[in-house]
């Protein structure tokens, strides 16, 4: 069984492009979750999809939107890059919505923002 | 609102020695809790999880914890540390707010060194 992959691993960019991050989520799950964990905390949650559907919103600006596909991977798209976005973005895949299933993790997108 | 405070953001033990990391969170409704490592580099990975089910839970390499509502706590231990348990541990709640939102809220962190 293959767990949830993240490509690229690592990205460099510069402040104002754009860039967009992907996942393919683990066999059998239709919900993807998104993290950004900025150096020395703990992952923030972003947003989730499920079945296609944004589900749920953290606190981040519009600018950071998502999709989910007919497949269930999903993308993590940023415009207008800011220094602080420089973070390792964390996706997570679940089996479904309900509250005690767990979210395995990819090992995530180191973006720098220069 | 949940939240989840780890006490202590970084623990040195000796190998051999007895691990104890913090956690207490605050929610307004029972949760449901979650310990996962990361390892340098990497991303995060389930140890173990409480679902109401039973107060002590057992996770993967040796390590479990227990829940405790009337302090709030959902302390991680293990009796034995290795040097493979070097590590970032966080605790995370998770409850739904409205029905529609089911994230992770997640600690700060705490960093386990293992001393030989």
């Known amino acids: 069984e293959t767990g949830v992959t993240q490509s690229p691993t690592h990205l460099i960019k510069t402040r104002g492009q754009q860039v967009t991050l992907r996942c393919s989520s683990q066999s059998g799950h239709n919900t993807v979750s998104w993290y950004q964990q900025a150096l020395g905390q703990g992952p923030q949650f972003i947003f989730q999809y499920y079945r296609e559907e944004e589900n749920g919103r953290g606190n981040f600006p519009p600018r950071f939107s998502g999709l989910q596909f007919p497949n269930y991977s999903s993308e993590l798209n940023v415009n207008a890059l800011e220094l602080d976005d420089s973070a390792l973005y964390l996706c997570a895949s679940s089996p479904g919505l309900a509250e005690g299933e767990t979210q395995y993790f990819g090992p995530g997108t180191r973006l720098l923002v220069l | 609102a949940q939240s989840v405070t780890q006490l202590g953001s970084h623990v040195s033990v000796s190998e051999g020695a007895l691990v104890l990391l913090r956690c207490n969170y605050s929610?307004?409704?029972?949760?449901?809790l979650f310990w996962y490592v990361q390892y340098p580099n990497q991303g995060l990975q389930l140890l173990l999880k409480y679902t109401s089910a039973a107060t002590l839970v057992k996770g993967i390499n040796g390590f479990e914890a227990e829940f405790k509502k009337s302090e709030t706590s959902f302390h991680l231990t293990k009796p034995s540390a290795h040097m493979s348990d070097a590590a970032e541990y966080f605790c995370?709640?998770?409850?739904?707010?409205?029905?529609?939102?089911?994230?992770?809220?997640f600690g700060k962190g705490t960093l386990l060194t293992v001393n030989p």
């Open positions: 929610s307004s409704v029972p949760p449901y």
């Open positions: 995370a709640v998770r409850r739904g707010s409205g029905g529609s939102n089911y994230k992770l809220t």
